[in-house]
Every structure is written in structure tokens, then in C-alpha cells.
């Protein structure tokens, strides 16, 4: 038979197995990710990924999901605009203009129970969109090629190295991926026959105060005046007259 005293210490004890079980059993739980996307663009591809563990989900804008994640540290990643995999690198193949990529990537801290996360994408192209002025007689229509030396974006929306090159469209715009500041991008203008001038056109950029590394990238209007003896490029913040017979 116990006696009540020495009955405490074996009920103190019992209560100390019981916590530590407790404890152990709520760290292998999951932790309740609660996922806000707001004004989000368009359809949203949505990984978790910690370690082997991977989730794939759907989303549109002003969603609320929550989502059983392993406790820990895990990445958060999400996409829009673009067909990217997750862990890998966006590429852009050559002779294409980026894609209207909208970007999130984040380390979260899952140890709790619960916790919360609100994810905004981030833009990180440039739409150039050109408007040609010159004397008819040079023959329709111009042309225009950027060159560049970035062909993708990490998913943290850094510059990857590569080629880039796109002849701009019908509707002289091209969508340009975020460029490191003073990074080579090249602009050529040509009519029918022949290339008539190439132009740096990130010094320009840069000489215009276009900040390459703002979180959403703006865009970026150009005027382009042809003559017979010079271009005048021209955008709201500066105007650059070039001969055309000026060696590149």
C-alpha cells in the first residue's frame, strides 16, 4: 500500500511522462498555412516545398486557402504569367519576348501550430513599346530588334545570363526581362533592307533614371524619329539625337 506522501511524487511524475508525450506528439503535427493572395494577376501557381515534401495549388486573386504544411522552415513560391516549375529557373528561349511573369518566393517559418502568410507577386518585365515618326520614303515597315544578355529569372526574379534577342511585334512592343543596372541591351532599327542604326539602349534607359531593381518594373514608352540624317530617340525623361552615319 502507498501512503499519501510517497503517492505525490509517483502523481508529479506520472504528469511529467503525460507532458512530455503530449509535446512530443504535437511536434510531429502539421502547422496550419494560412495563404492570402490579394489583386493578384490572373491564375496563380502555388508551391510549398520543404525538403522531399512538394504541394502543388491553384489560385485567383483574392483568395484565402489554408493548407497543412510540415512544421520547420518551408519555401513558398508562387507564379503567374509564366509556365515555371518549381526549384527551376524561368528560360526564355531565343527569337521570344519575355512572358508577363509575376513572381513570389519566400522562406516561412512553419514551427508553430498556425501561422499566416500574405503573398504578393511581383512584375518583373518591361513592355518597351516604340512609336516610329519618319518620312515615307524610307519604305514600311520599320523593324526594330532588342539584344540582350539575360535569357531568364531566377525564381527570386534575378537576372539569369543568357541570350536574349525578339523582333518586336506588329504592335512595336517587346516585354523585357529585369536586367541587372548597366546590363548590354541593344536596340537595331531597320527599314525593309537593311539595319539602319543599333542603339544602346540600356545606357538610355539607365540615363533616363529607369530603376532596373524596383520591386515592379515599369514601363517603358519610346518615340523614335527618322530621318534622312538622324534618329532622335526621345521618352519623357530624356531625348538622344544619333547621325546616321555615326559608327555603332
Known sequence: M????????????????????????RSLCP???????????????????????????????????????????????????????????LRIPVGYECPPVYLFSSLVDTGRDSTAVSVTLNKHYCTLSLVFDGPPGWGEPYWAEVRGR?????????????????????????????????????????????VVRSFALGSYMLQAGYDWRAPDLDDMPLEIRLSVTEILLHSRQWSQIVPINMDI
Open 31 to 89: 502547422c496550419a498555412l494560412r495563404i492570402e493572395l490579394k489583386d493578384v494577376p490572373g491564375p496563380v501557381n502555388l508551391w510549398v516545398l520543404s525538403g522531399d515534401f512538394q504541394e502543388n495549388y491553384h489560385a485567383r486573386k483574392d483568395t484565402v486557402m489554408v493548407v497543412q504544411v510540415p512544421k520547420g522552415k518551408i519555401r513558398l513560391q508562387a507564379v503567374a504569367g509564366a509556365a515555371m516549375e518549381a526549384r527551376q529557373n
Open 150 to 194: 539575360v535569357g531568364g529569372l531566377s525564381w527570386e526574379g534575378t537576372p539569369d545570363p543568357g541570350t536574349f534577342s525578339c523582333r518586336l511585334d506588329a504592335g512595336l512592343s517587346v516585354r523585357l526581362p529585369r536586367q541587372e543596372p548597366e546590363q548590354e541591351l541593344w536596340l537595331d532599327i531597320a527599314m525593309p533592307d537593311r
Open 2 to 25: 502507498f501512503s499519501k506522501a510517497s503517492f505525490i511524487p509517483f502523481f508529479l511524475l506520472g504528469l511529467c511522462l503525460l507532458s512530455c508525450s503530449v509535446k512530443e506528439q
